[in-house]
């Protein structure tokens, strides 16, 4: 008896033994199973981190791209001969586009009377529409010295263009409108973050006129290196302060039409060459003839006016030379027009007349390099430059007409244009005016320019 349950207990310890280590190694099987099923849980949802991120990064690339589309960004880079902020327009593939730029300048004279002023000099918005990639318009509107109000002294509001462009292929594009006269380099391309002075140069205001824009039609490609452009537009035709403008030393801003009403009896050929040579060395020339008429579309004389120009914007440098030399047949007609005098007008005493010149001339040139470079700092610029101007408005005047006092002009520019970003430059100069006998003048100038 003792013997069977003894046996008994042995063998239930033995089928329990085993029962348990089954068990246990069941347990461990199910363990493992559950380790696995949790990794991939924890895979899986790493999985769906990761797919979340990349939607979301890819719903702000979208985002991005069609704000682009809508309001493309301004490239640093011109569209035959216009400057980055004008030629936004004409390289959107479609749609609207909007840009400008504005500058606000503090003068320091104290020649003058006040000795100190400060100015919202322009501000001027881009409006463009591409119909398709080839047929565009481009447009632009200028507000200068921040209000306009009539009857009073103050700004003006104007169209410095407005055009239609369709351009077949690189080598051929044709315009019609409101259209930049191609002449000298500022007219095309006047942003103020382009140029480093705080104002424009001098002969470039006062010898060729900016902006100086006329209604016309015409061409313009590149073939190879050469780039052209081709107008014809309407004629000249004084206004009633173009005897003031002359005697103050701005030749031709009072014969500019502006397309108000433009007197087309006299028509004009303008147009210009280009040639590009390595390391970004452009030179070229440019020109203007003209028939000059009166309110009536009578005939007083001719313009002819021819201007060389270089370009070198190379590293740091930026180099630029621009000349101008104009002769006028029936200058003393014109001169006769545009005089307000009555011993002039009425008693026919030339002497009495305001001059306007048979021959002008003068030529400009600029040096500018960015001192950042020295440093190595590449995301900002600082510009040292220097320019030097010499131009004659009177060079030669009709017989028994007076050459007035201050028609040689020198002008000594040096200064910096400090750039944070590509678009923007804070600027500061100081110009020597040096006219031949007349006063000389030591002007200090400040300015703020952007562009977008």
Known sequence: ???????????????????????????????????????KLKEEQKKSEETRQETEVLKEEIRKLRLEIAMPQLEIKSYSGLGPAASKALFNPRGVSIGGYGEVHFVHNPDKKPKN????KRLILYFGYAFNE???????????????????????????????????????????????IP??????????????????????????PTTWRELGFGAYGKLANLEYRAYITNGLKPNEEAGEKVESGELLKGFRQNGFKAASDQIAFTGRLDYNLPYNL?????????????????????????????????????????GAYG?????????????????????????ECTTFPKKFYGFYTQVAYDIFRLIRVSDQQLYLFGIYENYNTHASVPEGFEKPKGHKVQVFNLGLSYKPHPLVALKADYVRYFPKEAKKQNIYRLALGWMF
């Not at 452009?282 to 002819?304: D, H, I, P, R, Y």
């Not at 006028?328 to 030339?350: M, W």
């Open 134 to 180: 080839r047929l565009k318009f481009n447009s632009e509107i200028e507000w200068e010295h921040a209000f306009v109000e009539g009857g009073e002294e103050s700004g003006e509001t104007a169209v410095e263009f407005a055009f239609l462009d369709y351009s077949f292929n690189e080598k051929l594009g044709l315009r019609g409108g409101l259209l930049l």
């Open 282 to 322: 452009k030179v070229g020339a440019s020109t203007f003839v003209g028939g000059v008429q009166n309110n009536e579309g009578k005939k007083l004389g001719t313009l002819t006016l021819v201007s060389p120009h270089a370009w070198w914007q190379y590293g740091p440098w930026d180099i630029r030379f621009v």
């Open 327 to 351: 002769i006028v047949s029936g200058a003393d007609k014109v001169s006769e027009a545009i005089s307000t005098n009555p011993a002039c007008t009425e008693l026919g005493d030339k002497a």
């Open 183 to 208: 002449v000298g380099i500022i007219n095309e391309y006047h942003e103020p973050p382009t140029f480093p002075s705080v104002d424009r140069p001098y002969l470039e205001r006062n010898i060729i």
């Open 117 to 120: 002023t400060i100015d919202a």
């Open 1 to 39: 008896m003792r013997r069977a349950l003894l046996l008994s207990a042995l063998f239930s310890s033995v089928v329990f033994a085993q029962s348990t280590e089954e068990r246990i190694k069941q347990l461990e099987e199910q363990i493992k199973l559950l380790q696995q099923e949790v990794q």
